[in-house]
């Protein structure tokens, strides 16, 4: 295996991770992730569907056949984990940290992902 393709697994890997644990805090914590919905001052509504879409996307990710839904899905997750910076840093909770290992992971996975 090339060091491309362990770069790729590595950093897709991790996120898939850490994906995995946000997802399973929204279905299975529900009430402390509700809670930090209601302090971001977003609906608490959407927090079943954006778990699911984060394993949709996941799915998206590792399938090799959706190479125009993976497109979307990494624009997804971008988009997602630009908004939970933005929406920690304005609450001043400390956890930014985590959106930014987010961030780099993805764009790490993505560029590998082209070069496979």
Known sequence: MNRSKIIFYAATGLLTLLMLFSAGMYFFNHEEVAGMFTSFGYPTYIIYPLAVAK???LFAIWNPNFKIIKEWAYAGF???FVLAFFAHY???DGA????I???ALLIVSYIYSKKQ
Request: hydrophobic share 60%; proline share 0%.
């Open 101 to 103: 290992a987010a961030i």
């Open 78 to 80: 971008f988009f997602d």
């Open 96 to 99: 930014e940290s985590f959106s």
């Open 55 to 57: 394993l949709l996307g």
């Open 90 to 92: 304005m609450i001043s």
